[in-house]
């Protein structure tokens, strides 16, 4: 079913990538609900609506159902029978299969595996002699983590020489696990891309993405990458979207490794079933942000544009970084984006800063692409 302008988009999860949804739904003359458990957080500011509940209260979340058009989530971890039983009532995009394949390490990397692409090395841990004999097998260094509720670098541990593997095993609490091998990478990309409900694909241009202390610190767009990677990688995320038959924004996580004929090679890291905070430069930097273009895509309208203003540079502002919101404003080339956080905590992600520059002839350009 096509929404029309009035249409309620409900929101699973009220952080900032909820409300950045429901800005850009507003703007195109949607409203939004937020659903959530929390008193407090960003993207009650900006809804229309929001239900305060836990994910697993089937009396809230039918009401909430009751109330909206079609349903998304703006995390990963939102709990999967929450998805099936809202399903019963309302479309939900992207759809339950997406969201317990991302929620498992495990799984999604043997999904995309069985696609015929290519992944780190990984076995299953189910215990310390299983973590053993994995090491074995895969060497180090290698990285273990949890199958389930890890983020910016939360729920992993690096193997190395000489580490105590019992105790690394302990320090994740004894959750299932999985062992990665290592991977000797150039660069971190990422492809923040889209499918419609009708099928039709668009891609914006690779994004080239900086960590510190596990988290997302800088993306630069575009990735200096050679054309041909580019388009390869967009291709990864489009085969990756048809298998899932997923309606939405998707974002896949790739390391850039440089093969041994010289020419480039990638390996997916993971995936993320939704907006993604390497794409926030969108907001800015292209013609149709990562917000709307996942709001078009889950009420059945065309895709936007893709197109690049220039090239872009974005920055996280995380923790106590947020205090030099004065500075950022007094400069004139850059885009201050704060999420309404009131707590200030170490390694929080409080807004961002995107800068938008002239096109030059060095890089490597696209691989993005418009609607199809």
């Known amino acids: 079913m096509i929404l029309a302008p009035g249409a309620t988009i409900g929101i699973l999860g ?27 957080a960003p993207a009650f500011d900006v809804a229309s609506a929001k239900t305060i509940a836990a994910y697993e209260d089937e009396t809230a979340l039918a009401a909430f159902a009751e109330a909206v058009d079609v349903i998304t989530y703006e995390f990963e971890n939102v709990p999967t029978p929450c998805v099936d039983f809202l399903s019963t009532f309302q479309p939900v995009r992207p759809g339950a299969r997406a969201l317990s394949l991302t929620q498992d390490r495990l799984t999604e990397k043997s999904f995309l595996n069985d696609l015929g692409l290519r992944t780190a090395p990984f076995m299953a841990v189910e215990d310390a002699g299983g973590l053993v004999r994995a090491v074995g097998s895969l060497g180090r260094p290698s990285i273990l983590k949890t199958r389930r509720f890890g983020y910016d670098g939360k729920g992993q541990a690096l193997i190395r020489e000489g580490s105590n593997l019992s105790a690394l095993h302990r320090g994740l609490g004894g959750a299932p696990t999985i062992l990665e091998g290592f991977i ?14 009708d099928g039709a694909f668009a891609a914006f241009d690779i994004c080239e993405n900086e960590h510190e202390r596990h988290i997302l610190a800088q993306t630069r767009v575009p990735a200096a990458i050679a054309p041909a990677t580019a388009a390869a990688a967009v291709s990864i995320a489009r085969q ?18 440089r093969e041994a004929d010289g020419l480039e090679g990638l390996v997916i890291n993971e995936l993320a079933p939704r907006v993604h905070n390497s ?18 895509a889950i009420v059945g309208w065309p895709l ?12 996280n502002i995380i923790g106590e970084e947020a205090a030099g919101w004065r500075e950022v ?32 002839g060095s890089g490597s350009g696209g691989g993005g692409s418009g609607p199809v």
């Not at 899932?244 to 850039?256: I, N």
């Not at 794409?279 to 078009?296: C, L, V």
């Not at 544009?305 to 872009?312: D, M, N, P, V």
């Not at 404003?329 to 200030?344: A, F, I, R, T």
């Open 14 to 40: 009220a952080g900032q990538l909820g409300r950045m949804l429901a800005m850009a739904a507003a703007r195109l003359g949607l409203r939004s609900h937020v659903f959530a458990p929390e008193t407090e």
């Open 184 to 197: 000797n990478f150039e660069r971190e990309v990422s492809v923040i891309a889209a499918r419609g409900l």
């Open 240 to 257: 990756i979207l048809e298998a899932l038959d997923y309606v939405g924004v998707l974002a896949v996580e790739m390391f850039v490794t």
């Open 279 to 296: 794409g926030h430069w969108t907001i800015d930097g292209a013609q149709t942000s990562q917000f709307e273009q996942h709001i078009r």
């Open 304 to 315: 936007g544009a893709t197109t690049r203003r220039g090239r872009i540079e974005m920055h």
């Open 329 to 360: 404003l007094s400069q004139p080339d850059l885009s201050l984006h704060l999420y309404g956080k009131m707590e200030v905590r170490p390694g929080r992600k409080m807004g961002h800063v995107t800068r938008i520059l002239p096109e030059s």
